[in-house]
Protein backbone atom coordinates (compact mmCIF):
# COMPACT_ATOMS: atom_id res chain seq x y z
CA UNK A 1 0.00 0.00 0.00
CA UNK A 2 1.36 3.55 -1.12
CA UNK A 3 1.33 5.84 1.66
CA UNK A 4 -0.23 8.95 0.69
CA UNK A 5 2.03 12.26 0.71
CA UNK A 6 1.69 14.63 3.78
CA UNK A 7 -0.66 17.98 3.28
CA UNK A 8 2.00 20.29 3.00
CA UNK A 9 -0.15 23.34 2.43
CA UNK A 10 -0.13 26.30 4.29
CA UNK A 11 -3.79 25.44 6.22
CA UNK A 12 -2.56 21.99 7.01
CA UNK A 13 0.49 23.75 8.83
CA UNK A 14 -1.63 26.22 10.40
CA UNK A 15 -3.87 23.07 11.64
CA UNK A 16 -1.21 21.06 12.90
CA UNK A 17 0.24 24.37 14.66
CA UNK A 18 -2.79 25.13 16.66
CA UNK A 19 -3.23 21.30 17.73
CA UNK A 20 0.28 21.68 19.14
CA UNK A 21 -0.24 24.60 20.94
CA UNK A 22 -3.95 24.49 22.07
CA UNK A 23 -3.41 23.48 25.93
CA UNK A 24 -1.06 25.84 26.35
CA UNK A 25 -2.75 28.95 23.81
CA UNK A 26 -6.42 28.40 25.60
CA UNK A 27 -4.21 28.99 28.99
CA UNK A 28 -2.46 32.24 28.00
CA UNK A 29 -5.26 33.86 26.01
CA UNK A 30 -8.23 32.26 27.24
CA UNK A 31 -9.03 35.21 29.70
CA UNK A 32 -7.70 37.57 27.84
CA UNK A 33 -11.12 39.69 27.38
CA UNK A 34 -11.54 40.39 31.04
CA UNK A 35 -8.68 42.87 30.25
CA UNK A 36 -10.31 44.37 27.32
CA UNK A 37 -13.03 46.47 27.77
CA UNK A 38 -13.60 47.79 24.39
CA UNK A 39 -13.28 44.30 23.01
CA UNK A 40 -15.91 43.29 25.17
CA UNK A 41 -18.15 46.55 24.36
CA UNK A 42 -17.95 45.56 20.21
CA UNK A 43 -19.26 41.88 21.37
CA UNK A 44 -21.70 43.20 23.06
CA UNK A 45 -23.17 45.51 20.19
CA UNK A 46 -22.73 42.44 17.70
CA UNK A 47 -25.10 40.80 19.67
CA UNK A 48 -27.25 43.23 20.18
CA UNK A 49 -27.50 43.45 16.21
CA UNK A 50 -27.67 39.53 15.46
CA UNK A 51 -29.34 38.02 19.00
CA UNK A 52 -32.41 37.61 16.70
CA UNK A 53 -30.53 34.44 15.31
CA UNK A 54 -27.98 32.00 15.38
CA UNK A 55 -24.13 33.46 15.09
CA UNK A 56 -21.18 31.68 14.16
CA UNK A 57 -17.84 32.54 16.11
CA UNK A 58 -15.26 31.49 13.11
CA UNK A 59 -11.83 30.61 14.08
CA UNK A 60 -13.10 30.12 17.51
CA UNK A 61 -9.59 28.87 19.02
CA UNK A 62 -10.54 27.77 22.86
CA UNK A 63 -13.80 29.07 22.68
CA UNK A 64 -12.98 32.18 24.81
CA UNK A 65 -15.09 34.65 22.69
CA UNK A 66 -18.19 32.30 21.91
CA UNK A 67 -18.73 32.14 25.52
CA UNK A 68 -18.71 35.71 26.05
CA UNK A 69 -21.42 35.87 23.02
CA UNK A 70 -23.49 33.32 24.73
CA UNK A 71 -23.29 35.14 27.89
CA UNK A 72 -24.59 38.44 26.64
CA UNK A 73 -27.68 36.90 24.80
CA UNK A 74 -26.70 34.98 21.70
CA UNK A 75 -27.20 31.50 20.54
CA UNK A 76 -23.64 30.83 19.56
CA UNK A 77 -21.58 28.48 17.77
CA UNK A 78 -17.56 27.94 17.02
CA UNK A 79 -16.11 26.47 14.15
CA UNK A 80 -11.96 26.45 13.79
CA UNK A 81 -9.44 25.00 12.04
CA UNK A 82 -8.38 23.46 14.74
CA UNK A 83 -9.65 20.03 15.99
CA UNK A 84 -7.58 20.70 19.17
CA UNK A 85 -8.85 23.90 19.64
CA UNK A 86 -12.24 22.91 19.61
CA UNK A 87 -11.81 19.69 22.04
CA UNK A 88 -10.41 22.60 24.52
CA UNK A 89 -13.45 24.75 24.02
CA UNK A 90 -15.75 22.45 23.85
CA UNK A 91 -14.31 21.25 27.42
CA UNK A 92 -14.30 24.58 28.73
CA UNK A 93 -17.91 26.03 27.42
CA UNK A 94 -20.61 23.02 26.63
CA UNK A 95 -21.19 25.34 23.53
CA UNK A 96 -21.34 23.04 19.70
CA UNK A 97 -18.33 23.53 18.13
CA UNK A 98 -17.38 22.30 14.69
CA UNK A 99 -13.70 21.35 13.00
CA UNK A 100 -13.43 23.04 9.56
CA UNK A 101 -11.66 25.34 7.56
CA UNK A 102 -13.65 28.90 7.02
CA UNK A 103 -12.97 28.99 3.31
CA UNK A 104 -15.99 26.00 3.22
CA UNK A 105 -17.98 26.35 6.46
CA UNK A 106 -20.50 23.59 7.35
CA UNK A 107 -23.37 25.49 7.31
CA UNK A 108 -26.05 26.15 4.95
CA UNK A 109 -26.75 29.31 2.92
CA UNK A 110 -28.33 32.26 4.62
CA UNK A 111 -28.80 30.35 7.78
CA UNK A 112 -27.57 32.63 10.45
CA UNK A 113 -28.04 35.93 11.47
CA UNK A 114 -24.50 36.66 12.55
CA UNK A 115 -20.46 36.06 11.86
CA UNK A 116 -17.24 37.00 13.90
CA UNK A 117 -14.02 36.29 13.09
CA UNK A 118 -11.49 37.33 15.68
CA UNK A 119 -7.94 37.25 14.44
CA UNK A 120 -8.08 34.45 12.53
CA UNK A 121 -7.94 36.14 8.63
CA UNK A 122 -4.37 37.06 9.61
CA UNK A 123 -3.37 33.02 8.93
CA UNK A 124 -4.98 33.09 5.28
CA UNK A 125 -3.20 35.02 1.85
CA UNK A 126 -5.44 37.41 0.12
CA UNK A 127 -7.00 34.26 -2.30
CA UNK A 128 -7.70 32.68 1.01
CA UNK A 129 -9.30 35.50 2.96
CA UNK A 130 -11.61 36.14 -0.40
CA UNK A 131 -12.62 33.04 -0.02
CA UNK A 132 -13.68 33.09 3.65
CA UNK A 133 -15.51 36.16 2.79
CA UNK A 134 -18.01 34.96 0.29
CA UNK A 135 -18.82 32.22 2.65
CA UNK A 136 -19.25 34.70 5.52
CA UNK A 137 -21.92 36.50 2.74
CA UNK A 138 -23.09 32.85 1.79
CA UNK A 139 -24.17 31.74 5.04
CA UNK A 140 -25.35 34.86 6.29
CA UNK A 141 -28.96 35.88 5.93
CA UNK A 142 -29.88 39.29 4.42
CA UNK A 143 -29.38 42.23 6.77
CA UNK A 144 -27.23 39.78 9.11
CA UNK A 145 -23.89 40.92 10.38
CA UNK A 146 -20.42 40.06 10.59
CA UNK A 147 -17.71 41.64 12.80
CA UNK A 148 -14.02 40.68 12.07
CA UNK A 149 -11.20 42.19 13.89
CA UNK A 150 -7.07 41.47 12.51
CA UNK A 151 -4.15 42.79 13.44
CA UNK A 152 -2.22 46.25 11.04
CA UNK A 153 0.64 46.49 11.90
CA UNK A 154 3.57 46.55 14.36
CA UNK A 155 6.75 48.29 15.67
CA UNK A 156 8.64 46.40 12.36
CA UNK A 157 5.94 45.44 10.36
CA UNK A 158 3.70 47.60 7.97
CA UNK A 159 -0.07 46.75 6.29
CA UNK A 160 0.59 43.78 3.73
CA UNK A 161 3.54 42.47 5.38
CA UNK A 162 3.94 39.30 7.41
CA UNK A 163 6.28 37.47 10.11
CA UNK A 164 6.66 34.05 10.13
CA UNK A 165 6.68 31.93 13.51
CA UNK A 166 8.82 28.73 14.01
CA UNK A 167 8.72 27.90 17.54
CA UNK A 168 5.71 29.18 19.84
CA UNK A 169 5.86 28.26 23.41
CA UNK A 170 8.33 25.57 23.06
CA UNK A 171 6.54 23.75 20.04
CA UNK A 172 8.01 23.80 17.03
CA UNK A 173 5.07 25.06 14.39
CA UNK A 174 4.90 27.17 10.95
CA UNK A 175 2.47 29.70 11.22
CA UNK A 176 2.03 32.94 9.11
CA UNK A 177 0.91 35.88 10.99
CA UNK A 178 -0.19 38.45 8.19
CA UNK A 179 -0.64 42.66 9.17
CA UNK A 180 -3.84 43.48 6.87
CA UNK A 181 -4.82 46.62 5.48
CA UNK A 182 -8.56 47.67 6.74
CA UNK A 183 -9.14 49.58 3.85
CA UNK A 184 -8.17 46.52 1.20
CA UNK A 185 -9.62 44.27 3.39
CA UNK A 186 -12.96 46.29 3.36
CA UNK A 187 -13.19 46.52 -0.36
CA UNK A 188 -12.39 42.83 -0.39
CA UNK A 189 -15.30 41.62 1.94
CA UNK A 190 -17.77 44.50 -0.20
CA UNK A 191 -16.67 42.37 -3.55
CA UNK A 192 -18.25 39.35 -1.45
CA UNK A 193 -21.44 40.92 -0.94
CA UNK A 194 -20.51 42.51 2.79
CA UNK A 195 -20.82 46.41 3.25
CA UNK A 196 -19.14 48.27 5.87
CA UNK A 197 -20.94 49.88 8.72
CA UNK A 198 -18.40 51.10 10.92
CA UNK A 199 -14.68 50.62 11.71
CA UNK A 200 -12.60 50.89 14.79
CA UNK A 201 -8.91 51.55 14.78
CA UNK A 202 -6.85 51.12 17.94
CA UNK A 203 -3.70 51.02 19.95
CA UNK A 204 -2.34 47.56 21.55
CA UNK A 205 -2.95 47.71 25.35
CA UNK A 206 0.25 47.78 27.15
CA UNK A 207 1.18 44.97 29.21
CA UNK A 208 -2.27 43.20 28.25
CA UNK A 209 -1.64 42.08 24.22
CA UNK A 210 0.73 41.50 21.69
CA UNK A 211 2.09 45.31 20.54
CA UNK A 212 0.56 45.78 17.51
CA UNK A 213 -1.95 47.98 16.33
CA UNK A 214 -5.47 46.39 15.39
CA UNK A 215 -8.63 47.12 13.18
CA UNK A 216 -12.55 46.32 13.56
CA UNK A 217 -14.92 46.18 10.85
CA UNK A 218 -18.65 45.93 11.40
CA UNK A 219 -20.16 44.83 7.93
CA UNK A 220 -23.85 43.98 7.13
CA UNK A 221 -25.21 41.62 4.29
CA UNK A 222 -27.25 43.56 2.39
CA UNK A 223 -31.18 41.80 1.51
Not at 36 to 55: I, T
Not at 60 to 87: E, I, K, N, W, Y
Not at 97 to 125: K, Q
Request: net charge negative; hydrophobic share 45%.
Amino acid sequence: MTTPPPDLTESAATRRSYDAVAERYAAEIGDELDGKPLDRALLDAFVELACDGPVVDVGCGPGHATAHLTRSGAQALGVDLSPGMCAIARRSTALPYAAADMTALPIRSRAVNGILCWYALIHLAEAERAAAYAEFARVLRPGGHALVAFHTSNAGTRPGRATHLTEWWDHPVDLTFRFLDPAAETAALARAGLTLTARLDRAPLPGTEHASQRSYLLLRRLP
